[in-house]
């Protein structure tokens, strides 16, 4: 097992964004984040990922604690995630960018400039390489962003929403370069939205609702799964089912 | 007995403390924004109580009105010309921008006022009074009491009222504000007022009993981070008792140490804050 | 390159074609400026943390060597590494709080410090209290630096410079450099990257906090005279501030390019218009900082970059 998380919550103040989470991620894994939106995965994401600190329960990643770890040593351990707004250096080139990524592991510049003009390869952004990141539109950004954290070299990857707002054709290839990172021996945790990404890409499926999570499994059968629809659609919706379908 | 004017001296001069810096904290929570000029608000204000003596010769409560209604009219210009441009961008113009404004009304000052100590005609408030056995200047006492009269005043406006509660909405969460119809563009335009006015009465107010030149800018810029920094980030109440402690300590400090250690002491009390409760007195750890 | 040799002509070649005492004079001036300014666009440039007192680094290194001398009879320069001393002692107490904190708590306190700095050298005697300090009047032998002209001076301080902006120049490519800016661009991206943040920024105030101080000794040295206010006060944090801005902070020859342009105005100024604190020359100071701020926060150089589109050594996408 490579990340697990066990009873975690989130409060501030009086809102109890995270209530009691549990999750356990093995190596290799690509995993789905959902849940309706207000239902506390970006939170949870964010716990994850070091950058807010639970208010209970524990996180350990390769056996490792490190619930109240900060940022900067999940990125060390092999920990690495994106923002769900791209939270590029805009005045700093694409490049330039990706290298301080690639300087976490490579600590010489010729090194790192190497590592990181390969990620760019991989990636596809390798021809802007020059251009500021500012000049990048949104879907670039996004793209950027993936580059960058895989350059620090991480063994897990938490991708918050890295999918959104894409065009259908840049949708199919930003899923194929998550599968393509993925087949490098990446784990991924996605956080989406996009139905699609989750049923391609997500081999198991996390639902998140009100804090917690409610239901788990591969992607086909959490989609029927009842408190699913319900956290989606909401109450009624069952109500509306039974009635029109007879009770099914 | 001498200590117990002292006390009652730095009280009053904590609540003129509290009065401008609760301007700036608001602004701070807010915005996240730190005015580098706000001590000049109150210097500004002194001087237009100065002028206001001088040319119309007008006493406490037209002085104090005049320096409100000119440093608030400042606050929005400031804000509308200066300030809303350079909130989203990077945080050397952030900083630079008030700092520079500061820079800018300090030496202008200098150089329409001179760097002569200046200080009001006596007015009507001259003379001592003898409360429950201290001797205050009755200066001092009308200064300091409207000062915290109007501080509590802001406090109630902010909480009670709906003006109030938009612009403590555009603090909380500004996107929530929009969607619920507040445009926090003028929310944050109207709090730059209120805080330079704030400033600028208390300025006024500290102009009846202290002689002063263009140069106090920068101590009471100084204070009030330390006032804010004390009673936490954005905590208007929390300016409220800092401004009193504040005032409190530095009476002391002169008193048993000399003048020239009353702001020694409080900038090194601020350090202290940094290293020790940078949260301040009513901030979450 | 390019830049670096003319540069380096340039100033080479100065003060041999302007060998006026009134020239060189400027010239000194403007390079101790701009070894100032560059000291500070390290950690206010590069990383983006706003000192606006680094006139405690400048009045620690100015001080310790007039120290030395007034109360042992030392040469001057045995107090610039103690000045360095003092200022990395200051860095530490300054940074350590503040760079966990929001950026305004490490501005507010670089004032509240040089300020309290200030206040408390004026009383203490053995600092000279608010008379000051005085060097050497007449040299005892070369080790005091006691030079009659400037032009000694001059090649002392242009030596500084050129290894400062090396220095500069090497950190900008390396892994440190990359780092300081990505903590400038977005702390929580860099955090996540890996970034050690708090200890980066650390570091970077205490490189700054050096060079600031050997500026402040060099000062010292060359003037022979220190008190509280040339050393620590308001208008020597601002003139850094003002002059790394204007030139490009953040820029590896911005600061240069602003103790250029500024430093001959503020002479032009101070004559029409009269220097000291009641002069024009500051109200001018806050009003080039507040344009700066309002219009072009990237100073010249990223000004220069807009309006000559064939200098651009990067492409920028239409």
């Known amino acids: 097992m490579l990340l697990s998380a066990e009873n975690v919550s989130k409060t501030f103040g009086s809102l109890r964004a995270v209530a009691g989470a549990d999750l356990s991620i093995d190596e290799g894994e690509i995993v789905g984040l959902i849940g309706p939106n207000g239902a506390g995965k970006s939170t949870f994401f964010n716990c994850l990922a070091g950058d807010t600190l639970p208010s209970t329960g524990r996180i350990v990643f390769d056996n490792i604690d490190v619930t109240r770890a900060p940022p900067e040593t999940h990125a060390r351990l092999g920990i690495g995630r994106t923002f769900q707004v791209p939270a590029t ?68 990857m938490l991708l918050d929403e890295a999918l959104a707002g894409l065009t259908p054709a840049e949708l199919q290839q930003a899923i194929a370069l998550v599968k393509k990172i993925h087949e490098t021996g990446v784990t991924i945790v996605i956080v989406e939205h996009i139905m699609e990404v989750i049923m391609t890409l997500a081999k198991r499926v996390i639902v998140f609702n009100q804090g917690h999570v409610i239901a788990q499994g591969q992607p086909a059968d959490v989609v029927k799964d009842e408190a699913v629809i319900e956290a989606y659609l909401g109450r009624g919706h069952r109500q509306w089912r039974k009635q029109s379908v007879g009770g099914a | 007995m001498l200590l117990l004017q002292v006390i009652v001296g730095g009280l009053l001069l904590g609540a003129i403390y509290a009065l401008f810096s609760s301007g700036l904290t608001l602004i701070w929570g807010m915005m996240n924004f730190i005015n580098f000029a706000h001590g000049e608000f109150v210097m500004l204000g002194m001087y237009v109580a100065l002028l206001v003596v001088v040319w119309l010769g007008g006493g406490p409560a037209v002085f104090g ?48 006022f001179s760097a002569n100590v200046v200080s009001l005609p006596q007015t009507s408030l001259g003379g001592t009074l003898n409360v429950l056995g201290i001797l205050v200047p009755t200066a001092q006492l009308v200064a300091g009491v409207t000062a915290a009269v109007l501080t509590i005043a802001m406090h109630f406006f902010l909480t009670g009222t709906t003006m109030g509660s938009k612009l403590l909405a555009v603090a909380e969460d500004r996107n929530a504000a929009m969607l619920m119809g507040i445009r926090p563009d003028r929310m944050q335009a109207l709090a730059w007022g209120l805080a330079a006015a704030g400033a600028g009465i208390a300025g006024a107010l500290m102009a009846i009993s202290y002689p002063w030149s263009p140069s106090v800018g920068e101590t009471f810029g100084l204070t009030a981070f330390v006032v804010v920094t004390f009673g936490g980030f954005g905590s208007v109440p929390g300016a409220m008792y800092a401004g009193l ?16 250690y009353k702001d020694v002491v409080v900038y090194g009390l601020f350090v202290a804050l940094l290293w020790f409760r940078p949260q301040g007195l009513l901030g979450k750890a | ?106 501005s507010m306190a670089t004032i509240a410090v040089a300020e309290l700095i200030r206040l408390v050298v004026g009383t203490i005697d053995f600092l000279g209290a608010a008379i000051g300090l005085q060097g050497p009047a007449v040299g005892r032998g070369w080790y005091d630096l006691t ?38 661009a977005g702390e929580r991206a860099a955090r996540s990257l890996g970034v050690p943040v708090r200890r980066t920024k650390l570091y970077a105030l205490m490189l700054s906090a050096t ?34 801005a204007l030139g490009g902070a953040g820029t590896l020859y911005g600061p240069l390019v602003g103790a250029i342009i500024l430093i001959p105005l503020q002479t032009a100024t101070n004559t029409w218009f009269g220097g000291g604190g009641t002069g024009l020359t500051y109200i001018l100071y806050g009003g080039i900082i507040v ?4 219009f072009e926060p990237g100073g010249v150089h990223e000004l220069w970059y807009r309006i000559a589109p064939k200098f651009r050594k990067r492409a920028d996408a239409a």
């Open chain 2, 245 to 260: 402690i504040i005032g409190l300590i530095q009476a002391l400090s002169a008193f048993y140490l000399g003048p020239i």
């Open chain 3, 1 to 106: 390159m390019k830049a670096a040799i003319a540069f380096a002509v340039i100033f080479i070649l100065y003060p041999f074609v302007f060998s006026n005492a009134f020239y060189l004079d400027i010239g000194v001036a403007l390079l101790l400026a701009a070894i100032s300014a560059s000291a500070w666009n390290i950690v206010g440039g590069y990383a983006g943390q706003v000192s606006v007192g680094h006139a405690m680094f400048f009045g620690a290194g100015a001080y310790l060597p007039l120290l030395v001398y007034h109360q042992w009879q030392l040469p001057p320069i045995v107090g610039v590494p103690l000045g360095v001393a003092v200022s990395l002692v200051l860095a530490v107490v300054v940074g350590l709080p503040t760079f966990r904190l929001s950026g305004h708590y490490f």
């Open chain 3, 211 to 244: 060079f600031t101080s050997i500026a402040g000794s060099l000062y010292a040295i060359k003037t022979g005279f220190i008190d509280p206010e040339s050393g620590f006060g308001i208008l020597v944090s601002v003139q850094m501030v003002i002059i790394a």
């Open chain 2, 65 to 112: 009105f005049a320096a409100a209604v000119a440093l608030f009219v400042l606050g929005v210009i400031v804000y509308a010309g200066l300030i809303r441009h350079v909130t989203r961008g990077p945080m050397l113009a952030q900083i630079l921008s008030t700092f520079g404004l500061a820079l800018l009304l300090r030496y202008t000052a200098f150089w329409i």
């Open chain 1, 89 to 156: 250096f805009e005045d700093m080139t694409v490049l330039d960018n990706v290298m301080v990524g690639a300087f976490l592991r490579h600590h010489q510049r010729a090194d790192a400039r190497t590592h990181a003009l390969k990620v760019l390869e991989l990636v596809g952004l390798a021809d802007r390489q020059n251009l500021r990141a500012r000049s990048l539109g949104t879907p670039g950004r996004k793209r950027l962003e993936i580059a960058r954290v895989l350059a620090t070299g991480p063994r897990l």
């Open chain 3, 147 to 184: 030079f009659r002209g400037e032009l000694p001076y001059y090649f002392i301080f242009l030596a500084v410079l050129t290894i400062l902006l090396l220095i500069t120049w090497l950190l900008q490519r390396s892994r440190f450099g990359y780092y300081l800016r990505a903590i400038k």
């Open chain 3, 291 to 294: 344009l700066i701020a309002r």
